[in-house]
């Protein structure tokens, strides 16, 4: 690891060492993200499935006990 105040230019093998670090540490960042995506998704599809539904009838009975 280099230093911060090394101001040497990095050699291709540790210019090719940080651009795979940098690639694996995007692919896990892009996983975590999409499954982020995923749960909510599935989340909200469970919560707009558990609703009950709602009939007009309900509401009007409601309206006219006011």
Not at 40 to 60: C, D, L, M, Q, T
Request: proline content about 6%.
């Amino acid at each position: 690891m280099t230093n911060l105040s090394d101001n040497r230019p990095l050699t291709a093998a540790e210019t090719d060492a940080l651009r795979a670090r940098q690639r694996e540490r995007n692919k896990v960042m892009a996983l975590i993200l999409g499954f982020l995506v995923i749960l909510f998704f599935a989340i909200s599809i469970v919560k707009i499935g558990a609703k009950p539904p709602h009939s007009p009838a309900e509401g009007a009975e409601q309206a006219e006990h006011s």
